[in-house]
């Protein structure tokens, strides 16, 4: 298990495909899909695949991706946040989603403030930037919250017939 980091209630570790299960019920959630897309993964299988393809292949190019975010009072997975890079923004995306059970608690601001820390002081990151579907209101909060401002709207492959809210923090 490799941590990238650990605040008074979480730690955030490199996410494995042994997490299949979790990933599975997390890109099935009802707010996943409205928010963020239907991915494909209907099996442990498919998020074994989505896991190797997405965040562990992210890992390897890139030195970051998303990662698994676990209670230490549970010791389960309650969620994913981290560093993306797209090919479709110039920039390092910040990501998160939660699990139901997870949500108002506190745990995406916890883990976000984290990740961007770590952004910040590890990587050397000057700008991160987040995206983030107009009607998402509760992910438009936690941006600001931590920071970031309100850039542009637009549209990113492959559904460029969706509007996108484009969000910055730093430099």
């Known amino acids: 298990m ?6 008074p209630r979480l730690i955030l570790r490199r996410l494995e495909e042994r ?10 959630d009802a ?18 695949a989505y ?31 981290g560093l993306i890079k797209r090919d479709t923004l110039a920039d390092i ?34 700008r991160v930037v987040a995206i983030v579907s107009p009607g998402n209101a509760r992910s438009i909060g936690l941006l600001e919250k931590l920071g970031f401002r309100f850039e542009k709207s637009l549209r990113l492959p492959p559904k460029e017939d969706l509007e996108t809210l484009l969000y910055a923090a730093g430099d």
């Open 2 to 7: 490799t941590i990238i980091v650990e605040t």
């Open 51 to 81: 896991l190797r393809n997405g965040p562990i292949a992210m890992y390897a190019r890139h030195g970051h991706g998303l990662y698994c975010v676990d209670s230490k009072a549970g010791g389960e997975a309650i969620g994913m946040c």
């Open 19 to 28: 997490d299949a299960a979790f990933v599975l019920t997390l890109v099935n």
């Open 93 to 126: 995306d910040l990501g998160f989603a939660f699990l139901p059970q997870a949500r108002g608690g506190g745990y995406a601001y916890e883990a976000a403030s984290a990740t961007m820390t770590y952004a910040r002081e590890t990587l050397d990151l000057r």
């Open 31 to 48: 707010d996943w899909l409205k928010f963020i897309g239907d991915k494909g993964v209907r099996t442990l299988d498919d998020a074994r």
